[in-house]
């Protein structure tokens, strides 16, 4: 029997993997080793998940209709800013970790030296569209699909030629299962401490707008910031936990929902600082220096005035203003 795996193997060939390692600033074998554990990461998780009661029945419900591997490289990119998978995916990574998907994508992230977080979305339909495949080929039912799953990641973790691989998966999952733990101490008051960052970001970004380059350059100045102080960060902290796959798409979506509009972005940071504050205070100070460090880079990722890039203000008096409040609320 053909290997869930092997969906993506041939997924991530040698080119792929190049320009993966391009627009993630990682080397190719350095990307392929990543995608080395993801795909047996994602494949565990998904064994896990099978075990658990109704488990089997939801993943038989999220398979794609046609197994088609990714259509083209387009769909395939669509992941890089951390964000979800593409259609048909989106729901594999949540069901899998849940709030923990940004700490186990840190955890892989330190241990490899770049945010890895993409290629956790991007493998994930991946994995599915392997496992539909198999499913329509053997036509297994929700048992035998769960039955599959368990076989073939005991049989990878257990293979010797695959120790390193296997050792980084263990890592990943001890850390979701300290996340799980901190998460669920935090209650409706950590999806505050996750949009901190989004924020900041938010807060500084919509003092000046800076038309869609400046905007763009403003985006990547914050996520390269965030991606850094998470990947210094002890493992199990709340850095660590809240931002290991860097700034993502559902953390923006987060922000909407606890800051429908610009009034509120400040709120938000004092909310999450102070939760932070309340139930990790060895962690808050660091909290308070990282969302700092975004709304920081944010202003300074563009000049504001000027012509061709000559003269101009690094940071303008209104972003000034945004930072100055930050700084405020944050204490």
């Not at 010797?160 to 980084?168: C, E, F, P, T, Y």
């Not at 929902?257 to 940071?269: N, Q």
Request: hydrophobic letters at 50%; glycine letters at 14%; a negative charge.
């Amino acid at each position: 029997m053909s290997s869930i795996l092997d969906s993506v193997t041939s997924a991530f060939g040698p080119d792929v993997l190049k320009s993966l390692g391009g627009a993630l600033g990682a080397d190719p074998a350095s990307v392929g080793k990543a995608m080395g554990a993801v795909g047996p990461l994602l494949l565990s998780g998904m064994s896990r998940a099978t075990a658990a009661p109704g488990g089997a029945d939801a993943l038989m419900k999220m398979l794609p209709q046609d197994h088609g591997l990714l259509g083209n490289l387009g769909g395939l990119f669509g992941g890089l800013l951390g964000g979800s998978s593409p259609t048909g995916a989106a729901g594999l990574l949540p069901s899998l970790f849940g709030g923990a998907t940004s700490a186990v994508a840190g955890t892989l992230s330190r241990a490899l030296g770049f945010n890895v977080a993409p290629l956790l979305n991007l493998a994930a339909p991946a994995l599915l569209a392997g496992v539909t495949k198999l499913v329509k080929e053997k036509g297994l039912d929700a048992a035998g699909l769960g039955a599959t799953l368990k076989e073939q990641a005991d049989a990878f973790m257990a293979d010797g030629a695959n120790a390193d691989a296997a050792k980084l998966v263990d890592s990943a999952f001890t850390a979701a299962d300290v996340a799980k733990h901190t998460i669920a101490g935090y209650g409706d008051d950590w999806a505050k401490v996750m949009a901190g960052p989004a924020a900041a970001l938010a807060a500084v970004a919509s003092a000046d707008l800076s038309g869609p380059v400046g905007s763009i350059k403003e985006a990547r100045a914050a996520a390269e910031t965030l991606e850094a102080a998470a990947r210094a960060a002890a493992p199990g902290s709340v850095l660590a936990t809240a931002f290991g796959a860097g700034l993502t798409t559902e953390m923006m979506q987060e922000l909407r929902k606890v800051a429908p509009t610009r009034d509120g972005l400040i709120a938000v940071l004092t909310s999450g600082a102070d939760a932070v504050q309340a139930r990790s205070p060895a962690d808050a100070q660091a909290y308070k220096d990282t969302l700092m460090a975004v709304a920081r880079a944010t202003a300074e990722a563009s000049k504001d005035g000027g012509f061709l890039g000559i003269g101009g203000k690094l940071v303008s008096d209104d972003e000034q203003k945004a930072l100055d409040a930050i700084r405020s609320a944050l204490g």
